[in-house]
């Protein structure tokens, strides 16, 4: 009989290889729908498809989105499914409880084989509904139940709730698909390796640390991750004030201008957002483990798919992809101890991971709310490598914020207030909250027009560079319609041809009608394929003009790629080099004073 800890470990370990024989003439394919909204019940699904692939199953995790009728009813499906509102499903989930509830034909989901784990949390009065209403359904429409439901509750101890779950599971689908003789193998080999080998966990994916030149020439790794199927956008903000008088407690007003982003939004909506982790976190965390964050990775399995889009920077990983300010779960600190050089720290971090009393977890890591750094530090001697850490830590998740502004009110931009998390704890540890430190230290814009409408402004911009100055023509075309005196304004645009990529062809007519615009320079690339004319050609053809309005105080806003830019500042290098005699060195200089000034603005990205 094996331990009950080694036990857990056990379902980690991969088939030994006589095992991957007979697993390789038994695979057994099991699907595992996620429904989520912030993430626990997607990381969960990959965790089952993590132990899953281990123990000589073909797991598939799939967003509950994408579910497909016409493949469910011979399938064996797992779903992990959260509950939100009033007991209603993720937004992802809808659709499916929609057809499970409503529309499915009586023994649709005849012939499929299913288990469900639904998270929720007992507070709410509707207590994981969705969980329930799936398992119910399911059996409703013929499907064949493998393993009662299971229901994890936020308000106490969801991790402990999944992998006691989980651990049922896998010895009922061991038992259900008669896959035992994997385990008795597995379990003849086992007694030839020591107890250090049983607990090391293999890697899933493999870790290159590599030159940024031959990561340019790995592919581009596949994540299946729903934040990488659904890719956020950028926003910008235009605002972020503190709105407490106090100083011990800081609450931010932030606007987030959606101009650029092609989002739109409902009064009452929420918006999610994505943060970076603590740059200073992200620095003591790459020193710990002994890497650079300027060197290049690419994590990648057999399938060539990774859990983050790679190759991408240690930098990129640590501040973007992975937790590093969340709990740790208790496999986790397992895997701490098994790093641990001093027996007394591997000791204390396994009675900390708490298989035998649960407690000292809870006290510990989550009323202590110590994340993976307090654990580095304060347990030196634990050596864990950087490929341990991007398999074990969950991805960073947005955080939802409820908008507060009116979308008729403000359609422009969605505003949203913040506290932001930043506590002492008892023993004297600062706590702060990842996101709302992010926010809190987000530089508003200073992509913005002078104050005085007179003051002319200069603004070039290529392809889709064109968005925020858009903005400002639309801007100043309203400050004329009531009145205001304009500057001598400048657009200089840029893009392929008039036929193809013009856009917003019409309003710039406009603008150039009601003198918005003074003066007009289009810049087309592919019209005339003898001469190709980009933006900083037509910046250098108009250099007297624009050296004079520079010199009645003109600000120029440059927006579009880091390239364009860079060629756009060399133009009014040559600007003032060809219309005022001066050296290199003086009109660059000249240049740097205007951007150091806040009148030479760019909004660039590569
Ligand atoms: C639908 C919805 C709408 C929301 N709307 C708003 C809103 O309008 N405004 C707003 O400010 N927030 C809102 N929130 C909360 C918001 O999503 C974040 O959870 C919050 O801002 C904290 O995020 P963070 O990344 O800064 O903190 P995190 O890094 O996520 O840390 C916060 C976590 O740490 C715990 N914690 C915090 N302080 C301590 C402490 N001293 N000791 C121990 N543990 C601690 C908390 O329980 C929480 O689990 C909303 C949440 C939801 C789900
Ligand atoms: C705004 C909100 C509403 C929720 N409503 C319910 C609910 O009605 N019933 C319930 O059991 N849990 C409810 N929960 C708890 C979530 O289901 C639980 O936290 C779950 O772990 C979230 O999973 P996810 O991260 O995959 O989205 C709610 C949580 C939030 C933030």
Redesign the pocket.
């Known amino acids: 009989m094996l331990p009950h800890s080694l036990a857990q470990f056990f379902h980690l370990r991969p088939a030994g290889p006589g095992a991957l024989l007979t697993a390789a003439t038994e695979q057994v394919r099991i699907d595992v729908y996620f429904g989520s909204q912030?993430g626990t019940a997607e990381e969960f699904a990959l965790t089952i498809q993590k132990e899953g692939k281990m123990n000589g199953f073909d797991v598939k995790v799939i967003d509950l989105q994408s579910y497909d009728v016409d493949t469910l009813d011979s399938s064996n499906s797992i779903f992990v499914t959260a509950t939100y509102g009033e007991g209603d499903p993720t937004d992802n989930a809808k659709e499916f409880v929609e057809w499970l509830v409503h529309k499915a034909d009586p023994d649709s989901l005849k012939g499929m084989q299913f288990a469900v784990f639904g998270l929720g949390n007992s507070q709410y009065e509707n207590y994981n509904t969705v969980g329930k209403t799936i398992d119910s359904h399911c059996e409703r429409l013929g499907a064949t139940r493998i393993m009662e439901l299971g229901l994890g509750d936020d308000d106490k101890d969801i991790q402990q709730d999944f992998e006691e779950w989980k651990e049922k599971l896998w010895r009922t689908l061991h038992a259900h698909f008669d896959v035992d003789r994997v385990k008795e193998k597995c379990k003849t080999v086992e007694t030839e390796i020591s107890r250090k080998d049983i607990r090391e966990k293999e890697h899933k994916y493999k870790l290159e640390v590599v030159s940024e030149r031959t990561a340019m020439e790995f592919p581009q790794s596949s994540s299946v991750h729903s934040l990488d199927t659904n890719p956020m956008v950028n926003m910008t903000v235009t605002c972020n004030d503190e709105l407490n008088k106090c100083t011990d407690r800081s609450?931010r007003h932030i606007e987030l201008a959606l101009n650029n982003s092609g989002l739109v939004y409902e009064t009452g909506d929420?918006v999610a957002i994505l943060?970076d982790n603590d740059p200073h976190d992200v620095e003591e965390l790459a020193q710990r483990l002994g890497v650079s964050l300027s060197s290049w990775i690419y994590l990648v399995d057999d399938d060539s798919s990774s859990p983050f889009p790679c190759p991408c920077t240690v930098q990129k990983a640590l501040c973007n992809y992975v937790d590093i300010?969340?709990m740790p779960k208790r496999s986790f600190i397992e895997h701490l101890a098994m790093k641990a050089i001093d027996s007394n720290e591997k000791r204390r971090l396994e009675t900390i991971a708490g298989r035998d009393d649960a407690s000292v977890y809870q006290q510990y890591i989550c009323?202590g709310?110590r994340n993976v750094l307090d654990l580095l530090r304060e347990f030196p001697s634990v050596k864990l490598s950087l490929h341990d850490l991007l398999e074990s830590l969950p991805r960073l998740q947005p955080?939802?914020?409820?908008i507060?502004s009116g979308s008729n009110t403000h359609p422009e931009s969605a505003h949203?207030?913040?506290?932001?998390?930043d506590?002492i704890?008892p023993e004297g540890r600062r706590?702060?909250?990842?996101?709302?430190?992010?926010l809190k230290q987000t530089k508003e814009t200073t992509f913005k027009l002078p104050n005085d409408s007179r003051t002319p402004v200069i603004m070039i911009g290529a392809g889709t560079g064109l968005a925020p100055l858009r903005g400002m023509c639309q801007h100043l075309e309203t400050c004329s319609a009531r009145g205001d005196e304009l500057g001598h304004n400048v657009l200089i645009f840029g893009c392929r041809s008039s036929k193809q990529d013009y856009i917003y062809e019409d309003e710039i007519n406009r603008w150039c009608q009601n003198k918005t615009i003074s003066s007009l320079f289009l810049a087309f690339s592919r019209e005339n394929p003898q001469q190709k004319v980009y933006v900083q050609n037509r910046v250098r053809e108009n250099s007297q003009l624009l050296v004079d309005l520079i010199e009645k105080g003109a600000y120029i806003y440059v927006c579009g790629s880091t390239s364009m830019a860079k060629e756009v500042k060399r133009a009014f290098v040559g600007c003032f080099q060809d219309t005022r005699q001066m050296s290199t060195v003086e009109a660059e200089d000249l240049v740097h004073s205007l951007s150091k000034g806040g009148r030479y603005l760019q909004d660039v990205w590569s």
């Open positions: 912030t609450c929420h943060p300010n969340g009323e709310r955080r939802f914020y409820s507060s949203v207030t913040a506290v932001v998390v506590d704890l706590f702060k909250g990842v996101c709302t430190n992010f």
